[in-house]
């Protein structure tokens, strides 16, 4: 298993520890979810930039990424819904957005169409991984005014680039769809 696989198997791994911590409901304790959430963060930025530079991608690693940071963001969103700090219908719209685009590019997939990551999906994921540090922040005790309307600001950012991201992949790739394009 190559290093950029290995970083993606990391951040699946730190995820229970992760979730752990979120649910000890203790700010010392949000304080390292908070910092394995950031290492478990870095995995990602990490395991591509090895990846594309050393040539070291992999059918494995095409797969679990996008799995591993799905399934990192998702369990973020889930305990900040358990701590009271974000609203069960944002993350209801978080989560079916990475279900669509997943099945979406599995329909692709199966036609022989490879839909690689446009900017709008990755600007979503910036503004995702900055919303959960900042309610995170916020749990762990943070509570500056100015920080309050900031961390407000950026889960709406995050939202409406969810839905954005999710438009433009179904406009941009529509043809995936269509009847033609069915084996």
């Not at 970083?7 to 229970?16: D, K, W, Y």
């Not at 930039?49 to 799995?67: C, E, Q, S």
């Not at 169409?113 to 943070?142: D, E, R």
């Not at 309307?149 to 433009?168: K, N």
Request: a positive charge.
């Amino acid at each position: 298993m190559n290093l950029p696989n290995k970083l993606t198997v990391l951040r699946v791994i730190l995820i229970p520890f992760f979730v752990g911590f979120m649910l000890a409901d203790q700010p010392l304790y949000y304080g390292i979810a908070l910092a394995i959430f950031c290492i478990a963060s870095l995995t990602d930025l990490l395991d591509g930039k090895i990846a594309r530079k050393y040539n070291l991608v992999t059918n494995f690693g095409k797969f679990m990424d996008p799995l591993a940071d799905k399934l990192l963001v998702s369990a973020a969103l889930v305990c900040l819904v358990e701590s009271g700090s974000l609203p069960s219908w944002m993350v209801i719209i978080i989560i079916s957005r990475e279900f669509i685009i997943s099945g979406f590019r599995l329909i692709a997939a199966d036609n022989g169409v490879v839909i690689a990551a446009s900017y709008w999906g990755k600007f979503k994921t910036v503004f995702q991984m900055a919303m959960i540090i900042m309610l995170i922040l916020k749990l762990a005790g943070v509570k500056h005014m100015m920080f309050a309307y900031v961390t407000a600001g950026v889960t709406w950012i995050a939202l409406i680039l969810t839905v954005v991201s999710l438009v433009d992949y179904l406009i941009k790739n529509k043809s995936v769809l269509s009847e033609n394009n069915n084996k």
